[in-house]
Each structure stands twice: as C-alpha cells, then as structure tokens.
Nanobody, 126 residues
Framework: QVQLVESGGGLVQAGGSLRLSCAASGRTFRNYAMGWFRQAPGKERQFVAAIRWSGGTTYYADSVKGRFTISRGNAKNTVYLQMNSLKPEDTAVYYC???????????????????WGQGTQVTVSS
C-alpha cells in the first residue's frame, strides 16, 4: 500500500524559505510522477510542481517558477519542495501526490494522481 507522508511545513516571514519533504513508501516509484499541490481556505486545490521520478524532468506552475524547486532523493524515496522567496499568497496546505505513470503534460491535473498525503500547513506572514 502506497503511503505519502509530508513534513517541513510551518510559519515563516515573507521572503523566507522552507523545504517540504514527502516520504514515499509501499512500492517502487521508478515509473511514477510525483507532484505537489496546495489548497488555501476557500479555494480549489492548485498545482505547484511535479517531477518525473525516472529522469527527473520537472514541471512548475507559473506562480512558483524561479522560487520553488522540486527534487527527489532516490536513496531515500523522498521528494522535496524547496520554497524560497515565500509570499503571503503561498499560504496553504501543501499536499504530496503520486501517479502511477510517467509525468507528462497532464501533471497539473489533480484527479490524475492516485495517491495523496495528509498535507502540511505552510503559513507566510507579511
């Protein structure tokens, strides 16, 4: 059974940085796509970034390009989201997700993902 466990959220001032981690277990993720989404109160879940586990191709939402970096650590089966230059509008619950096929143009679509973590809160104060 696939499990995704996020960590690393917290409270940070605008301009600061956080690194989120997603520990994945339950199978081999070599041919998976891993994504990060976020959801602010009263808003729909929004795509943030994704990575093709095999090969490392990355995808980003325009709103985070140049500020966020997604990466994976093969040895630890973990996906990271390094978030720099944080803004108050980045405040949300951040979710890790896994899809059982290689990443492609569909990565920004939440219903394409098969597994989800429980989420971690990120709050950016102004």
């Amino acid at each position: 059974q696939v499990q995704l466990v996020e960590s690393g959220g917290g409270l940070v001032q605008a301009g600061g940085s956080l690194r989120l981690s997603c520990a994945a277990s339950g199978r081999t993720f070599r041919n998976y796509a891993m994504g990060w989404f976020r959801q602010a109160p009263g808003k729909e879940r929004q795509f943030v970034a994704a990575i093709r586990w095999s090969g490392g191709t990355t995808y980003y939402a325009d709103s985070v390009k140049g500020r966020f970096t997604i990466s994976r650590g093969n040895a630890k089966n973990t996906v990271y989201l390094q978030m720099n230059s944080l803004k108050p509008e980045d405040t949300a619950v951040y979710y890790c997700a896994a899809a059982g096929r290689n990443a492609g143009d569909w990565v920004n679509v939440s219903y394409e993902y098969d597994y989800w973590g429980q989420g971690t809160q990120v709050t950016v104060s102004s």
